[in-house]
């Protein structure tokens, strides 16, 4: 049984940078997408980011463009979320999960049966 374990998180000022870590086991991360997704207080989850398995495609949210970068070490069997550039408006909790389909820009969470805990990212103005 696949389990994902996210760490990393944390308080970072406005234009600060975290990384967050997802890492997995019980899955083989090439079989798998694997998504970041968040949840702030009030507001609906929305995919972040995802990392194809299968041919390390990547795909962001429009939000993140350009200050994130999603990676994956296989050694590790860890996939990396860099945060950059960090706004207010990225505070929330962080999840990672895993999918046996194809990263999509839609990140249909319904499509991600494995999911960590998440991990708390907060950015002060």
């Known amino acids: 049984q696949g389990l994902l374990v996210e760490s990393g998180g944390g308080l970072v000022q406005y234009g600060g940078s975290l990384r967050l870590a997802c890492a997995a086991s019980?899955?083989?991360?090439?079989?798998?997408?694997i998504a970041w997704f968040r949840q702030a207080p009030g507001k609906e989850r929305e995919g972040v980011s995802c990392?194809?398995?299968?041919?390390?495609?990547?795909v962001y949210a429009d939000s993140v463009k350009g200050r994130f970068t999603i990676s994956r070490d296989n050694a590790k069997n860890t996939v990396y979320l860099q945060m950059n550039s960090l706004k207010p408006e990225d505070t929330a909790v962080y999840y990672c999960?895993?999918?046996?389909?194809?990263?999509?820009?839609?990140?249909?969470?319904?499509?991600?049966?494995?999911w960590g805990q998440g991990t708390q990212v907060t950015v002060s103005s």
């Open positions: 999960a895993a999918s046996q389909y194809a990263c999509s820009p839609y990140f249909r969470s319904y499509e991600y049966p494995y």
């Open positions: 019980g899955l083989t991360l090439d079989y798998f997408a």
């Open positions: 990392f194809s398995g299968s041919d390390s495609s990547t």
